[in-house]
C-alpha cells in the first residue's frame, strides 16, 4: 500500500471510529471536554467511550483513564481536548499507541502568531513522521450523525438530527459547522457526516472530499472552503466524485479583494486567484453557490430528487404572473421553455376552455380544485410531452397540510409512473408541506425562482456527469531549447509540438532577409530577434506590412538600429521574417503556473475583449478537446467565432486541439515553465487552420 | 380642473371610498358577491356597506337594495359581481347615479376571445365618456387595509392584516395580489393599499402608482407588472414618485421571448421591449427585483429603515467564513468595504486580543457572550468609523426571543443614536427575533447574502434621490428638412441642433470634389448621395483614404459608375466629400421610438462591443448631461473611453451633451422622426470634442 493509500485509510479509520477516546474530559456537559461525551451519549453512539483524565474515575457515567496508554481497548479516534502547549506531547503520545487519528480543537496555533505557527508545523512534522492523521487544530471536529459519533465540542449541534441524511458537509469554517445543522434541521434534512477541518495541519478540505465521495452512505458532497491547500489533491477528489456522479457544492469564500482581506486573517492561509477555482470547478463539474441558501437549495434538491435527462422545462401555474416569472427565469439559467406540442394543448383546451395552453400551462382554479381534472392535466403535461423537468407553481393553494391531502396521491402516482423526471414545485407551503413533496423526491421552495435554479443546477450535474472523458493522446512533448527561449525557438518548438505557427524564417542581414520575403511572397512583418527582449514592438522592434524588397531592406536597417541604440546589452541574433497573416479571428491562447493547482490554460479573444473586458476562461492543464470547446463557448466573445459581420466561421476545431495540445504541453513541462503564451493566435476560416503569430516562453531560471 | 386631474380625483375618492355599494351581493360569504362583505366587515371597515340584491331584503345584516338607484346615501365606490353580460349595464347605472369609481370582478373580457375584447371597449368608452372610474374588468379588486376597507372577492386575503403597513403595492396579476398577502404576513408586514388592476379598460398602473406617490399612508411603493399601456403616464408616475422619495420597487415580468409569449396569453397585452423598460427603471431610480423574495425583501427593508448616505459598509461577524461572504458579496453589488481606521483596530485589540480586526470586524464568542463588550465593540464600529452601513451577521446566537433578549437594549440605543445609519442584520432567528428588530428599523435575514443586498438597494434609493433634477435647457430646435432625409441633409441638420459633425461637402462633379478635398486637406472620403439611400457601402457606394486629387477624381468617378449600375431607380445628386476622421473613440449614438415611452436613446462603443456584445444603453427623452453621464457609465466598454491600450482619455463631456441634446431632438420631432442615428460618431480625445462621421434620419413616411 502507497503512502497516500495508508494515510486515506487512516483517515477512513478515524471518521468511522468504533471506540473514541477523550483527552482532557470533563464531567461538566457545557465544557469543551465534556460535550462530545454528552452528545455522543446523547446521539446514542453505538461505539465505546473512553474518557481520559488526570484525576476522576469515572465521567458522565463512563469509567475514566488517567491516560490514552491506559485505555484497555483498541481506540480509533482521539478527541484532544486539552490547551495548545500541551498538544503535542498528547498527539505523540497517541501516535505511539497507534490510533489511527486525533481531533484538536485547541486554537492558538497558525491563526494567532509565530509561536502558533510553530506549534504547528510540530504537529505537521509529527503526521508526516508517524502514521497519526489529525484533523485540526482549531477544528470544531467533525459529525457522524448516522451512527451518533458527533466528536464535536460546538454548542449549535443540537441534540438529535435525523440519521438518514445523504449529503457530506465539508468545512473549513468551525461557526459554520455547528451552524449547518440548525439550517439543515429548518428544512427537515440532515448530513451523513460534517467535516470541520480547522487549521489543517494535516487532514485538509480535498482529502474529505475524497473520503465522501467513496463514502457509501452520501449521495451529495457540499463544500464551504476558503482555501485550497493542495491542488493536485483536490482536482483528483472532485474527479473521483464526478466519476461516482456525486453531486459537489461549493461555497468558495474570499473571492474579492476585500473577502480575502477576511479569509487570510481569518484562517492563515492565502486565498487562492479566483479564476482558477473558477475553472477547476466548471471543469470537474462542481457548482458553485453565491449564497448559504442557494448551497443549501442545491445540495437539497440533488439528495432527493433525479437528475434532468435535457434542457426543456413544462411550467404549470395557477398565477399567470408567476408562469411568466418562471420562465423568464428558465431562460436566463439556460433552460428551453418550448411551446406544448398542439395536440396535447387541443387537450386541454378540451379539458378545460378557460385555460392558458402555451408553456407555461395556466391551470385555472376549476382545475386545482377538482383533483381528478388536475390529475389528468398533470398526466397530460407530463406524458403528452417529453420536457425534462416540471415546475409547478401552487399559489397559496398548498399552504398546508390538509390543503394538499387531495393532491399528494396524484403527485405520488405520476412521481413514481416517472422516476426519471425532476418536478420542482414552489408556492406558500409551510413546513408539513415541504416535507410531504420533498418525501416523494419533489424539492419545494417558497420562492418560484428557486425551483427553477435547483432545476438548473440540477442539469448542470446531469451535464457534468454525462461528459465522455476521452482518453489523453499520450503524444509525447518535444524537449524545451535550452537557455533563454526567443520567439522563433518558441514558433519552433509550439509547432514541433503540435501547435501550429505561421510561417517564419531568421533573418541574420537584410540579404537574408528580403530573400525569405520573396520565398514567402509579400507582405511580410519582420521582428527583431534578440535574447532576453520581450517587448520588442515598444523600443521599434516591430515593422509590418512591408510590401516589397526595398521596404524589406530598409526595415531590417532601422529597426536592428532604434534596438541596438535602445538596448546595447542585447545581443541581436537578427530579425524574424514573416507573411502577414490575415482574415483569421485573432485570439490569445496562453499558460499560467497556479501556486496551488499548478499548470492553467487561458483563452480570450484578442483585443478589446481581453485587454478591456477581461473576457478569458481558464481550465486546469492537460484537458481534452471536448473540455477545450467547453472552455472557448465560456467567453462572450466565443459568439464572434460563429463568424459576424460577413465574416465566415473559423476554424474552431483548431483551436480546441491547439488549446488541448498546450494544456499536455503545460502539464508535461510544469517543472521548468512558467508561462507560454501565444498572441495574436489566428483562427483561419473553418478548414483553414489555425497559427500562432507571436510566441513568448518564460522559463524558470 | 384639466380632464386628467378630475379622472384622478375620481380615482382617489373610489379608493378612499367612505359608502360601497355590493352589486350582485350575496349572502354566502364564500361566493364572489358575499366575500368582499364578509371581509369588510370582519375588518371592521369604518365606512358604510349597501349590499344590491334583487331579492333580498337584507344579506350579511345588512339591508339590501334593489338596484344602486335606490341606495338612499351617497356612494363613492361600486364593486360590481356581476356576469360579463350584465357589467356594461350596470356600470352605465352607476355613472348614471354619479358614483365615482366600481371595480368589475368579472372576467371574459379581452382575455378570452374578440367578443369579450368589444366588451371591453365599450367599458372603456364608458369611462371616455362620463366620469366614472372603472377598476378592471377582470380585476380581484383593492384593499385598504387600514381602514378595513377590503374591496376584494379573492380567497387568499386572510380574515385580518396589521393596520399600519406603510407599502403600497400595485399589480396586474390578481393571483398575486392575493397571495402577496400571505408573504407580507409571513415576514409580520401588511400594506397600506393592494390594487389589482386587472384588465385596464380605464383604471391602468401608472395611475395607480401616481394614486400611491402622492397617498400619506405610503412610504413605498411595489409593483408587479406585466406591461405598462400608458408610458408617458408611467414616466410622471415615477418621476412623482421620485421626487417624494418614495422608493418603487418593480417585478417586471416577461423579460424573455418565453416569459413574453405568457405574459401575451395572459393579460392580453403586448410586453414592451425589456431594454427599454430597463432604461426606465435607471432613468426613475426605481429598483428592480428578479425574484418575489427579493421584491419583498428590498420593499419591506425600505419601508423601515433609512437610506445610507454612502457606499462605505461595516461588517460585523461570529464567523470567518460567514464575513468572508458578506465583505465579497458587498464588492459584488458596488459597495466599498475599508479596512478600519488604525485607532478602532488598536482599541479593539485592546478590548479582545484575539477578535479579527479588518473589516469584517470577528467578534469572537468571547464578545458576544458579554454584553457590556458588545455593546463597546459595536460603538465602536459605529462611532469610531464613518461607514455608512453596519451589517452584522450572528450566526444562531440570536435563534430566539430569549437569546437576543441581553443584545436589543444594546441594538435600541444604538439605533437612536445614530438614526441615519442602516444597520442590518443576518443569521438563523424566529419569527419573534425578526419582528424584535424589525420594530427598531433594523432589517433582518436568515441569508447572510441578503441583507447586503438590501443594503444595496437602499444605497440605490439614496443615490437616485439626491439626483440634481437641471432644468433642461430649452434650445431651440430647429425644424426637420422636409422629404426624405439624405446624408448630407442629416448631418447639416444635427450640426444646427447642436450635435457636432464632421466636416462635409456635397459635390456634384469629380472637379468639385478634388477642390473640397484640397480644402479640407487629405485623406478624405467619398460617399454617394442619393434620395432614398441607405445602405450605401454595400453597393460600392463609399471610397476611404483617398490620398490625392487623382484618387479624389477616379474615386467620384467610379462611386457614380457603380451606384448607377446597381439602382439606376435612384437620383444622384453627387458624392459627400469628408476628410477622414482619426484618432477618435468610435461610438453609436441614436434614437428609437417605443410603441409605449416614445422617444429613446441609445448608446453603444462602435466594432465588436455594440454588434456582438449589444453592449448598449438607453434613456427615455429627453434627459440631462448628468444622465447621459450615467447612460455612458451603464455600458460595459464605457472604459474605453478613459483611454486604454495607451490612447487618451477621450472627450466624454462632449459625448454627454451630444446624447442630452439627441434627446431634445427626439422629444421635439417625436412626432415625426421614426429613428436617427450616428454611426460612427467620432470621440476625440478629451478637449477635441467629437463629430458625427455619419448620420441617418428615418421620417414617418
Redesign the interface.
Same mark, same amino acid.
Given at each position: 500500500m502507497s503512502d497516500m493509500a495508508m494515510r486515506a485509510q487512516g483517515l477512513r479509520r478515524m471518521l468511522r471510529a468504533q471506540s473514541v477516546a477523550v483527552i482532557g474530559a470533563s464531567a461538566d456537559a457545557s465544557r469543551v471536554g465534556g460535550r462530545p461525551i454528552a452528545l455522543m451519549q446523547g446521539y446514542g453512539f453505538n461505539g465505546a467511550i473512553h474518557p481520559v483524565n488526570l484525576k476522576a474515575d469515572t465521567i458522565q457515567g463512563l469509567p475514566a483513564w488517567r491516560s490514552v496508554a491506559d485505555i484497555p481497548a483498541e481506540v480509533d479516534l482521539a478527541i484532544c481536548s486539552v490547551p495548545a502547549e500541551q498538544v503535542a506531547e498528547t498527539v505523540r503520545q497517541c501516535a505511539a499507541r497507534g490510533i489511527p487519528g486525533v481531533i484538536v480543537f485547541a !486554537?492558538g496555533f497558525a491563526e494567532?502568531d509565530e509561536a502558533g505557527r510553530a506549534r504547528q508545523e510540530e504537529l505537521a512534522q509529527i503526521a508526516r513522521t508517524s502514521s497519526i492523521r489529525i484533523l485540526g487544530p482549531n477544528s470544531v471536529g467533525f459529525a457522524d450523525f448516522r451512527r451518533g459519533l458527533v466528536a464535536s465540542f460546538h454548542p449549535?449541534f443540537p441534540p438529535s438530527m435525523p440519521r438518514d441524511g445523504r449529503i457530506g458537509l465539508v468545512?473549513?469554517?468551525g461557526?459554520?459547522a455547528?451552524?449547518s445543522s440548525?439550517?439543515a434541521a429548518?428544512r427537515g434534512g440532515s448530513f451523513s457526516y460534517v467535516l470541520a477541518t480547522g487549521n489543517e495541519a494535516d487532514v485538509e478540505v480535498a482529502e474529505c472530499v475524497a473520503f465522501l465521495a467513496e463514502d457509501e452512505n452520501t449521495d451529495v458532497i457540499l463544500c464551504?472552503i476558503?482555501t485550497c491547500r493542495d491542488g493536485p489533491r483536490m482536482i483528483e477528489a472532485l474527479a473521483l466524485a464526478q466519476k461516482r456522479r456525486k453531486p459537489v457544492v461549493v461555497?468558495k469564500?474570499?473571492?474579492?479583494?476585500?473577502?480575502?482581506?477576511?479569509?487570510q486573517?481569518?484562517?492563515a492561509a492565502l486565498a487562492g486567484a479566483d479564476a482558477i477555482y473558477d475553472a477547476v470547478f466548471r471543469q470537474f463539474g462542481v457548482y458553485r453557490a453565491?449564497?448559504?441558501?442557494e448551497f443549501f437549495d442545491v445540495g437539497f434538491a440533488a439528495a432527493i430528487a433525479p437528475l434532468p435527462k435535457g434542457d426543456s422545462l413544462g411550467?404549470m401555474t395557477?398565477?399567470? !404572473?408567476?408562469?411568466?416569472?418562471l420562465?423568464?427565469?428558465?431562460?436566463?439559467y439556460g433552460l428551453s421553455?418550448d411551446?406544448l406540442p398542439e395536440a396535447c394543448r387541443q387537450e386541454m383546451r378540451e379539458l378545460v376552455p378557460?385555460a392558458?395552453v402555451?408553456?407555461?400551462l395556466?391551470l385555472t382554479g376549476y382545475v386545482i380544485n377538482s383533483p381528478p381534472l388536475f390529475s389528468r392535466a398533470m398526466r397530460m403535461i407530463v406524458e403528452g410531452t417529453d420536457f425534462a423537468s416540471i415546475s409547478a407553481y401552487q !399559489?397559496?393553494l398548498y399552504?398546508n397540510r390538509q390543503a394538499i391531502e387531495p393532491h399528494l396521491p396524484i403527485w405520488r402516482a405520476v412521481r413514481q409512473d416517472h422516476p426519471n423526471r425532476l418536478f420542482t414545485l414552489s408556492g406558500?407551503m409551510d413546513g408539513d408541506c415541504h416535507r410531504a413533496f420533498e418525501a416523494l423526491g419533489i424539492p419545494t421552495y417558497?420562492?418560484?425562482?428557486?425551483a427553477i435554479r435547483a432545476t438548473a443546477a440540477l442539469r448542470h450535474f446531469a451535464r457534468a456527469f454525462a461528459r465522455e472523458k476521452t482518453v489523453r493522446r499520450k503524444t509525447a512533448t518535444p524537449p524545451l531549447p535550452t537557455g533563454p527561449i526567443d520567439e522563433p525557438e518558441a514558433l519552433g518548438f509550439l509547432q514541433e509540438a503540435g501547435i501550429p505557427a505561421a510561417p517564419h524564417r531568421l533573418a541574420g542581414s537584410p540579404d537574408e532577409a528580403v530573400a525569405a520575403a520573396e520565398a514567402f511572397g509579400f507582405p511580410v512583418a519582420l521582428k527583431i530577434v534578440a535574447s532576453g527582449l520581450i517587448h520588442k514592438s515598444d523600443i521599434g522592434g516591430v515593422r509590418l506590412n512591408l510590401a516589397n524588397a526595398e521596404a524589406v531592406r530598409a526595415g531590417f536597417d532601422s529597426i536592428v538600429t532604434v534596438v541596438r541604440q535602445a538596448r546595447p546589452d542585447l545581443a541581436i541574433r537578427g530579425c524574424l521574417v514573416m507573411p502577414m497573416q490575415r482574415g483569421g479571428v485573432e485570439c490569445i491562447i496562453g499558460t499560467v503556473r497556479d501556486p496551488s493547482f499548478g499548470p492553467a490554460v487561458m483563452f480570450g479573444l484578442g483585443?478589446?475583449?481581453v485587454?478591456?473586458?477581461k473576457d478569458v476562461s481558464f481550465r486546469i492543464a492537460p484537458f481534452d478537446v471536448a473540455e477545450a470547446h467547453r472552455m472557448i463557448d465560456e467567453t462572450?466573445?466565443a459568439?464572434?467565432l460563429n463568424g459576424?459581420?460577413g465574416a465566415p466561421p473559423a476554424d474552431r476545431e483548431a483551436l480546441a486541439l491547439a488549446l488541448a495540445r498546450l494544456s499536455e504541453i503545460a502539464h508535461a513541462h510544469a517543472a521548468s515553465v512558467r508561462s507560454i503564451e501565444a498572441n495574436p493566435f489566428m483562427v483561419f476560416p473553418r478548414g483553414q487552420g489555425a497559427a500562432a503569430v507571436d510566441a513568448v516562453i518564460e522559463r524558470d531560471s
Open positions: !486554537g494567532v449549535a468545512t473549513q469554517s461557526a459554520f455547528g451552524m440548525l439550517l429548518a464551504y476558503e461555497v469564500l474570499g473571492r474579492t479583494e476585500a473577502g480575502a482581506r477576511a479569509a486573517s481569518h484562517s453565491r449564497s448559504l441558501e411550467i395557477v398565477s399567470g !404572473g408567476a408562469g411568466v416569472l420562465a423568464d427565469t428558465a431562460v436566463d421553455v411551446p378557460i392558458g402555451e408553456n407555461p395556466d !399559489g397559496g399552504r406558500f417558497r420562492e418560484p425562482t428557486h483585443g478589446v475583449l485587454e478591456v473586458l462572450r466573445g459568439v464572434i459576424v459581420r
